[in-house]
């Protein structure tokens, strides 16, 4: 082969090496991109379903009562209840 066949050969390929490079860095920059937009996405998700979650229990909070926090001279006081559950709690 002639010089001259040679050095198309060698720019021909540092031609095609540098566009498959170049092509083969977008593709990874944009997954990249994509996977750390989603990782976004999922957090905001997640911050909102905390911030939900916390409004429906500010919003609505339980009414139940624990035995030990009852009035002994409430007409319903239940001393059964009451004295089961400070053993429960103080074994």
Sequence with gaps: MSAS???VLRYSA????VFY???HQRTIN????A???KKEYDHQKQLIEQARA????KK??????????????APNFDLE???????KQNP
């Design 35 to 37: 996977a750390h937009e």
């Design 21 to 23: 490079g170049f092509s």
């Design 54 to 57: 916390k409004f429906a229990e």
């Design 81 to 87: 209840s009451y004295l089961t559950a400070l053993e």
């Design 5 to 7: 066949g040679v050095n």
């Design 60 to 73: 609505n909070p339980s009414t139940e009562k624990s035995p030990l926090d009852q009035d002994p001279e």
């Design 14 to 17: 540092l031609a095609f090496g």
């Design 30 to 33: 944009s997954a990249t991109k």
